[in-house]
């Protein structure tokens, strides 16, 4: 076949698959067998083998999967990605009707004005948020919700997701973001965790987290074997002639996104709290988790009229539905040691189902809290599942306590290396002060020390970790640097090219700059944001060593307790023989030259305005700061505004004006997070 050809009939082929994929994954409707629509891939995936240079971004090929996604790319969000306030009670919910009206004007006691907001309720899908950008009918970028102002760019995983268009239909805007929620279907999670239990992996602890995990693999083509699927609910950035929210989403549906069938639209609020009460007990029937109803002003000039709070909507709140409950018997109590040394008791359970999946174990938190619940062995508990993965335990059922049951005695020693367990003043948790001798305690850190966000070694894993530290290869984080290759091919499960990347992720890690050195050498309280300030103000490690606890506490962020960990932690002549041996290994101790320069170019080009009062700091602070990173400072909104920068009690023309021009609205700790 000769290139034109080839062209034309991947044109068809294209649109034909997606076709296929259309009516199978949106509309439910398979149009053809398994078989077919695997040989009209086949047929694809060969013609575009034969001409590469006619594989487009958008072609149905790409939802197999296949590419490798090493470090995903972070990208701003146009516009943040702000959260919703949430309710648990019909209360809740009424109060937020009488806030929608009296923010509109209208009187609550006019019985005419009912009618007057008309709200769009949807099921609250439990996943992963998730933007898509689209230009001229293409599926552009994918972007996770990350910390709200900057998430990941996770395009090559979106695409293998089928639900989601790679080209849209009909007459859709030339650029406009969507907004939806990523989630994992409920048979394909049983599915993945029967095999999973059958091969002895430790199954996925919930839907949410398979997705979000999921989401975040390197490999697109087991992203793709996933079955990941994706319901939007949010269109932003279009011109639209649309009165409101649901009708917009009755067109994103002709141009093929995935909408869910149960939004409804209600005339007032007694309608929306039917439907509460409605999915309260139906969401069980559902093949999808959900675990609340989102209500929204529909018009979006009255969305418009009530604006936002720093954080979330004025027109939208979620309800949250109350968790389920059950009672089950406190078999033992056994304490996990974390990577500080963080004891954590674990309550392990006569296994009971609850919302879905069989619960054995919960959190007993710290000694406050079994002391507080008076929870004792032998015991039945009451178990609730709320948003996170562990259940919570929530009191005892006293009308059952056994006569001979013995109050729960918290352990004094650590259970993996025996050493007394201490506790400091103000904090909850005991803790083994054994840093370098406790097993859990040396793993974890070395665990710490090459994670993502720290040295990114991915080659070495906890289970590898664990190999070469049971096979007394590695003892502390130096002992990484001296690793040879030699003494890695011994090694079970180690062969020439996982030894020979291991060594060569090791080698790439000490070009990582020095925030995440820091960040990586496990200081107790020493998290990635303080690390980086800390490293900014201070420039090289020698510098904080020098520093007296009194002078830490100049350093923005730095408080008494991290101060002191600090100082604790070069005191220590072990972590100092640790950090010389990586120094000399090559790691950077220092901020790089560009690092160094004075002031930033973050937010070069931009122009913000301020209204409102702060939190954490003054205006003429946020003025500073804005104009240390590049940036300009203008008293009104116009145009050439780049961001409205909002606190509380804003000046309501100042916002309108902002949301007519489509400039974009953070709050401070975005802005914070913007000047990282
Ligand atoms: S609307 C500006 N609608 O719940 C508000 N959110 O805190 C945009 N979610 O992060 C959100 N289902 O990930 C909206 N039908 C729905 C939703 C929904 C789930 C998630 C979303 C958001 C969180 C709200």
Redesign the pocket.
């Known amino acids: 076949m000769d290139k034109h050809h080839a062209e034309e009939k991947i044109k068809q082929l294209s649109a034909e698959l997606e076709q296929h994929n259309y009516n199978y994954y949106v509309l439910d409707k398979p149009s053809i067998s398994d078989f077919e629509f695997d040989k009209l891939l086949e047929e694809l995936i060969a013609l575009e083998k034969q001409f590469p240079e006619l594989l487009l971004s958008t072609s149905p090929s790409q939802r197999v999967g296949g590419s490798i996604t090493k470090e995903f790319k972070t990208v701003k969000h146009t516009y943040p990605?702000?959260?919703?306030s949430n309710s648990y009670s019909k209360e809740d919910v009424l109060d937020f009707d009488r806030r929608v009206r009296e923010g509109l004007g209208l009187q609550s006691t006019d019985l005419f004005s009912l009618a007057q907001v008309n709200y769009v309720c949807?099921?609250?899908?439990d996943g992963l948020?998730i933007g898509l950008t689209y230009e001229n009918g293409e599926l552009k970028q994918a972007v996770t919700?990350g910390d709200g102002v900057q998430g990941d760019d996770v395009t090559t995983n979106v695409k293998t997701i089928k639900s989601i268009p790679l080209k849209l239909k009909g007459d859709f805007p030339a650029q406009f973001e969507i907004?939806g929620?990523i989630f994992m279907p409920r048979p394909v999670f049983d599915n993945i965790n029967k095999e999973r239990e059958e091969i002895g992996e430790t199954p996925l602890a919930n839907p949410r987290n398979a997705a979000s995990g999921t989401m975040k693999m390197q490999d697109s083509s087991v992203v793709a074997s996933r079955k990941l699927d994706c319901f939007l609910?949010?269109v932003l950035g279009a011109e639209f002639s649309d009165k409101g929210h649901f009708e917009t989403l009755q067109h994103a549906k002709r141009w093929g996104f995935k909408i869910s069938e149960h939004s409804k639209l209600a005339g007032n609020i007694n309608e929306a709290l039917d439907f509460i009460e409605h999915w309260d007990k139906a969401r069980f029937n559902l093949p999808f988790d959900t675990d609340g109803v989102?209500i929204k002003v529909n018009e979006f000039k009255q969305q418009t009229q009530l604006g936002f709070t720093a954080k979330?909507?004025r027109w939208?709140i979620?309800y949250k539905f109350k968790a389920e409950q059950v009672s089950t018997e406190l078999q033992s109590i056994s304490y996990q040691v974390g990577r500080t040394g963080a004891i954590t008791p674990v309550a392990n359970l006569k296994p009971v189902p609850l919302g879905g999946t069989t619960v054995k174990r919960a959190s007993l938190h710290n000694a406050d809290i079994i002391e507080k619940l008076d929870v004792r062995v032998g015991d039945f508990v009451f178990v609730e599942k709320g948003g996170e993965i562990i259940p919570k335990i929530i009191g005892v059922d006293f009308s059952k306590r056994k006569d001979d049951a013995q109050k729960t005695i918290y352990i004094t020693r650590c259970p993996e290396c025996g050493t007394e367990l201490k506790r400091e003043d103000g904090e909850a948790n005991h803790f083994c002060p054994n840093e370098t001798g406790c097993p859990p305690q040396v793993k974890g850190r070395m665990e710490h020390f090459v994670s993502r966000k720290a040295m990114n070694i991915d080659s070495l894993g906890a289970e590898t970790i664990e190999q070469l530290y049971n096979a007394g290869l590695i003892k502390n984080i130096a002992d990484i640097y001296d690793l040879k290759k030699e003494q890695l091919l011994p090694l079970e499960r180690m062969a020439e090219k996982s030894a020979q990347n291991l060594i060569e992720g090791i080698e790439a890690s000490k070009k990582i700059p020095f925030e995440r050195v820091l960040y990586a050498i496990g200081i107790r309280h020493v998290g990635e944001t303080t690390a980086k300030k800390i490293a900014k103000k201070v420039k090289s490690l020698q510098v904080l060593i020098n520093l007296n606890e009194e002078e830490m506490l100049h350093i923005d962020e730095v408080g008494e307790i991290i101060a002191k960990s600090v100082s604790v932690f070069f005191a220590d002549e072990e972590n100092r023989k640790i950090i010389e041996r990586l120094k000399v290994a090559g790691l950077q101790f220092e901020l790089s030259a560009e690092q160094q320069q004075a002031g930033s170019e973050k937010l070069k080009n931009l122009t913000f305005v301020i209204s409102g009062v702060f939190n954490k700091h003054s205006r003429d602070q946020l003025k500073e700061l804005i104009e240390f990173h590049g940036g300009k400072n203008s008293g009104s909104v116009s145009g050439k505004t780049s961001y409205l920068l909002a606190g509380e009690n804003i000046g309501p023309e100042k916002l309108k004006k902002a949301q007519n021009l489509g400039v974009k609205i953070i709050g401070e700790d975005e802005f914070v997070e913007m000047i990282g």
Do not use: G, T, W
């Open positions: 990605m702000l959260s919703l949807e099921l609250k899908f948020s919700r907004r929620e609910y949010n989102v979330s909507p939208a979620a």
